[in-house]
């Protein structure tokens, strides 16, 4: 395993701890109750992902600590995007995860074939942000579908309450 791949590796980890810290912050400062549960959904899928990763970072003989300036420059993120519009965040995110999906795509090819179904499986994440920014984008209800057919332990409409 090369530096580039570790480091890449190491990328996707840290990049849940930096979605937990983005939408834990948008869902605490969020007001709508509708707004309050698909956060919550983003929330979890990012939770369940972080938890995915760690028997195969252990594999690789990766450390699972959680890089706190990560959770620290998610939140930051968070409190950003939850002081835009609705619409502005979701034309800023949607930017934002065209990126990420590229650079996930990256560490995929730079992964050998028995950790692809775990790298596709990241990329595949982020596209899933990339669906739901678009269903948002184009006012369809069904915004959160492919997220919560993902979900391991899916939220009850509840979780949208304070």
């Known amino acids: 395993m090369n530096d580039a791949y570790r480091l890449g590796v190491m990328e996707l980890y840290q990049g849940e701890v930096l979605g937990e810290g983005l939408f834990s912050r948008m869902l605490a400062l969020a007001s709508d109750p509708q707004r309050r549960f698909q956060l919550s959904v983003m929330l979890q899928y990012e939770s369940e ?14 450390p699972l600590i959680e890089d706190e300036s990560k959770r620290a420059e998610g939140i930051a993120l968070g409190t950003r995007y939850a002081a835009m519009a609705w619409p502005e965040f979701v034309a800023d995110f949607h930017a934002a995860i065209a990126r990420v999906i590229a650079r996930y795509q990256h560490i995929e090819q730079l992964g050998p074939d028995a950790d692809k179904p775990m790298l596709r499986f990241m990329v595949d994440h982020e596209r899933a942000f990339m669906s739901f920014l678009e269903k948002e984008r184009a006012a369809e209800p069904d915004s959160l579908d492919r997220m919560l057919r993902l979900l391991q332990h899916p939220l009850p409409m509840a979780a949208q309450s304070p």
């Open 49 to 62: 992902t972080k938890v995915r990763l760690r028997p195969f970072l252990a594999r690789l003989g990766l």
